[in-house]
């Protein structure tokens, strides 16, 4: 009989005293920030403004004018209040019927009616977190791997990896191309894999992308069918964001499109991810989706569905909300409409102070390049012009390298978790902190000129870029060497 | 067939293999009740469901409830100014409220008798997804946790499937009617060390499913001992505590480890859920309340992959805190379910079927069929059930789904249908036994 109580390192499992949960990161700091000294028009117009949250907050309203006129939606309302019985007994991992026929048809309506969803195949998991670890323990062993092109979703790495034992290797994608997925990348990652000994079973694409705020054209999504296909993997694209893309072209392909042309694609391979956080705005009702093409997936997910199911309590709402027809239409169309106005709104802002993003037309939020305000090429000046911005100019945004990003400089800035005055007072706060770094590099100018002698090694590359930059259009520069990756091994 | 054999192969093993539990001759049972339900007008000779541990006594309270309480809702005029807030809401710390309500909650219903910290009330996919985060917390593949048979068939792939932690009986016979004891513990837990296997913690349901019995203070003191001896984990499925509806009260764990100075608490650990003791199942609400802090954060890390949705959350955060409802709700709530266990015991003491003794909670009561048996054995047991599923037309659950020794127990439900449906169930058993009087060996 043991007397002495051992280490908690031995008393729980790996899982619970490792770090695969990720949150042991840097990139807190700028949460701690915000928690500190939140930004509030009135009683703290000086606090920091979130820009880190990838929300939609622009069509509450649309909401709630539909709740007021259908009290049915709601087991609580005296109109609804006779299905309350029966909901709250219902825990069938199938789902309510209706349910799952509203997202089957709402994610047909989000793809402009040019595909049709099955009900049948509609899984539910808690929330998109949910579908993508269901996804790895159905499809991958531990020490299996899934390729995912850099930059990506920073949950990916708990999502796929914590409990599920299953790895990430990187696909390279670079700014001299505006981080398109090629098929060189593909097959570099593949190799690189193989010669670890690494199985890779499946690749994982956020389309639309967080965090770069665009689409996948259709030769590369198509490209990327074939190259799933030949290696025989898995596709799993997570489509979370598809009805956040503007109106103007170019649309929105989903996989579930591409692969109807495609008679030659083993449909076996591919699988949506989906949620209702992003398109609808709901994060805290975890309605995650696990949408597959394969029989055998789908009935195996729908069985781990059943711990993480969605409260019956809230599939009755969004089988009520997401079956009017009238309401939907009208809501797509408008949240299209202002997330694009906002986007356009804050990206012309940007411009203004200088400063450039990745061509995009999707997402909730902005890839902005700030390349030019680097100290040097490193994730060190990085971190450090992050930590300026949170701390000096106060606002919380997300450095590149919290998603992978394989060149330093690059943030995801959100815009649409706030209101219109709120982004204008983070316009203006970047606005005049560009002019500060411009004001500072003039005199630093200067005093240069004064004693000339004087060799300034800070001056001389950021402010020529600074200066060049303001005077004219960006050009991306070639490649920098990529920094290794700590989740794959040391190439040349 | 090839290509099916193509798609099986890049599947995962988890994908592909049983351990999710639901390939079992037990499903007979659901396919003939969903093949035929009974229905008192429309279907007087269908399958009563038996087999499902739901409390529908109660929705009366609620639904009155409900209806004086619109702000409970962030549908209604009253709330609909909340929803915003609600919807945006994912912190995995879950809503303050939402957990100070439920920590109350769990406090009334243990008599008050102890408190618990809202700081450490951590949300899951329902007792389900509980049950598997504690063991992804505690256990590496390959560890077993010792779980007291009969045991609830679906832990089978609650704390196996995805995890790769096995599951150690710890045997419980009739003689004793059924009761856990420290010896029996020990027994099970040197079995599994002498074959290699490294146990990382006992689990008890308390009170039990399907015993539908509770852990008296002196065991459950005894077995709280025998962890701290050992430095292994208890894990206490408390998920029927407001389900006690006799005057032997229910015993927590938590209260037993209030009165012991030597205890360490970095063992202990309960799975709550709503489902039962509110007859809430669809919500989805599952608790697990650790009194060890690494666990308690990263459990919560994990609450990420099923938390409370929060329009749920919400409504629970205004029911739970209403002191006056719940404090009707479990008084009545118990009346309702002695009243009927009292009913469909006693009926069936009539024509000379006993149900297990001391039991006094628990949706369902554990019925000794043995006296029917052609002989002892779960073959004839399995028979026995097909009788009573096609032709009694009763779903019940047959001892052997719940891992259980000793053939000819069944769990029967008792708390899911109506008083009109009760009495046309407990007519058809009765009737059944009449007929069939007593066959094989004399008594028990």
Not at chain 1, 477 to 485: D, E, K, N, T
Request: charged share 25%; glycine share 6%.
């Amino acid at each position: 009989m043991a007397a002495q109580f051992r280490d908690q390192d031995q008393l729980l499992s790996k899982m619970a005293t490792g770090n695969g949960h990720g949150e042991d990161s840097p990139y807190f700091d700028g949460w701690k920030a915000y928690d500190k000294d939140p930004y509030h028009p009135t009683k703290r117009p000086n606090g920091v403004i979130q820009m880190g949250l990838a929300e939609n907050q622009l069509c509450f309203d649309l909401i709630q004018e539909w709740l007021m006129k259908n009290p049915e939606a709601s087991i609580c309302t005296p109109d609804g209040v006779e299905n309350f019985n029966g909901r709250a007994l219902f825990q069938d991992y199938h789902g309510l019927p209706e349910f799952r026929e509203a997202i089957a048809k709402f994610m047909g309506k989000v793809r402009g009616g040019r595909v049709k969803f099955n009900p049948d195949r509609i899984v539910m998991s808690g929330g998109a977190t949910g579908a993508s670890e269901t996804m790895a323990f159905c499809l991958a062993e531990p020490g299996d791997a899934f390729l995912v092109p850099t930059p990506y979703y920073a949950g990916y790495d708990r999502d796929l990896r914590w409990r599920t034992g299953v790895q990430l290797v990187h696909v390279v994608c670079e700014s001299c191309n505006n981080f398109k997925i090629t098929k060189s990348a593909l097959e570099a990652a593949y190799e690189n894999a193989k010669e670890d000994n690494i199985r890779v079973k499946g690749l994982l694409i956020t389309n639309p992308s967080n965090p770069l705020g665009n689409i996948l054209d259709r030769e590369t999504l198509k490209g990327i069918v074939s190259f799933i296909n030949e290696k025989n993997i898995h596709l799993v694209c997570d489509e979370i964001y598809a009805a956040t893309v503007s109106t103007n072209q170019p649309n929105f392909i989903s996989v579930s499109e591409v692969i109807e042309e495609d008679i030659e694609c083993n449909r076996d391979l591919i699988h949506i991810i989906y949620s209702l956080s992003k398109d609808m705005g709901f994060p805290g009702f975890r309605v995650g989706i696990v949408y597959s093409y394969n029989d055998a997936v789908v009935n195996c997910a729908r069985k781990m569905s059943s711990f993480g199911l969605v409260s019956t309590q809230t599939q009755h709402l969004i089988a009520s909300m997401l079956s009017d027809d009238e309401f939907v239409d009208r809501f797509l169309a408008k949240s299209k409409e202002r997330i694009e106005t906002r986007r356009k709104v804050f990206i012309q802002g940007l411009a203004r102070a200088g400063i450039s993003c990745l061509d995009g037309n999707a997402g909730l939020f902005v890839w902005m390049d700030l390349r030019i305000l680097l100290k040097d090429r490193s994730f060190e000046a990085e971190m450090e012009l992050w930590k300026v911005i949170i701390n000096e100019v106060k606002l919380n945004v997300s450095p590149g390298s919290s998603f992978h990003c394989l060149e330093p400089g690059w943030f995801r800035v959100c815009f649409a978790n706030m209101d219109h005055n709120t982004m204008e007072v983070a316009l203006s706060r970047i606005k005049t902190f560009m002019h500060q770094i411009k004001d500072q590099n003039r005199e630093v100018k200067e005093l240069a000129k004064k004693t000339c002698r004087q060799n300034s090694l800070k001056l001389s590359l950021s402010r020529r870029r600074v200066d060049d930059f303001l005077m004219s259009q960006i050009s991306m520069s070639p490649h920098s060497p990529i920094p290794q990756s700590p989740l794959v091994p040391a190439r040349t | 067939m090839e290509k099916e054999n193509r798609s099986r192969q890049v599947l995962s093993r988890i994908a592909t293999n049983d351990q999710h539990g639901e390939n079992s001759p037990y499903f007979h049972g659901w396919y003939a009740y969903e093949r035929n339900r009974f229905h008192p007008t429309q279907n007087p000779q269908g399958v009563v469901q038996m087999g499902l541990a739901e409390n529908q006594l109660c929705f009366d309270l609620v639904e009155k409830w409900i209806k004086e309480n619109p702000n409970a809702s962030i549908c209604t005029r009253e709330g609909a100014n909340k929803f915003k807030e609600i919807a945006i809401f994912q912190d995995y710390h879950g809503l303050k409220e939402f957990t100070h309500a439920v920590a109350k909650f769990m406090e009334k219903v243990r008599g008050n008798r102890v408190t618990f910290d809202p700081d450490r009330i951590v949300m899951s996919g329902g007792a389900t997804g509980a049950n598997e985060t504690i063991i992804f917390c505690l256990a590496d593949p390959g560890d077993a946790f010792l779980v007291p048979s009969p045991y609830y068939p679906a832990f089978g792939r609650d704390l196996r499937w995805r995890t790769g932690v096995q599951i150690a009986p710890v045997d419980c016979h009739s003689s004793n009617g059924f009761r856990l004891t420290r010896a029996a513990v020990e027994v099970a837990y040197k079995k599994a060390q002498e074959s290699n296997i490294n146990v990382k913690g006992l689990i008890l349901t308390n009170p039990s499913n399907p015993l539908g019995t509770t852990l008296d203070m002196e065991t459950l003191k005894s077995l709280v001992a025998f962890v701290t001896e050992e430095n292994i984990h208890l894990i206490c499925d408390e998920i029927y505590s407001a389900t006690v509806f006799s005057s032997q009260r229910f015993i927590s764990v938590a209260e037993v480890i209030q009165e012991l100075e030597h205890c360490n608490r970095d063992l202990i650990h309960i799975i709550y859920s709503l489902s039962k003791d509110l007859g809430f199942p669809g919500f989805r609400v599952g608790i697990v309340y650790s009194y060890n802090d690494i666990v308690v954060s990263s459990a919560r890390k994990m609450s990420s992959f099923g938390l409370v949705s929060s329009q749920t959350q919400h409504f629970l955060t205004s029911l739970l805190s209403d002191e006056e409802f719940v404090d009707n709700f479990l008084s009545e709530s118990k009346k309702r379910l002695a009243k009927r266990h009292h009913d469909f015991t006693t009926g069936l003491e009539q024509v000379g079927i006993s149900c297990l003794k001391g039991s006094n909670s628990g949706l369902f009561f554990w019925m000794d069929l043995g006296p029917l048996l052609k002989e002892q054995t779960f073959e004839a047991e399995l028979k026995l059930w097909r009788v009573i599923v096609d032709d009694v037309r009763l779903n019940v659950s047959p001892g052997s789904s719940f891992h259980g020794l000793e053939p000819g127990w069944f769990r029967v439900c008792f708390a899911n249908v109506d008083d009109q449906t009760a009495e046309v169930a407990l007519e058809r058993i009765r009737t059944f036994v009449l007929d069939n009087g007593k066959k094989g060996d004399e008594g028990r």
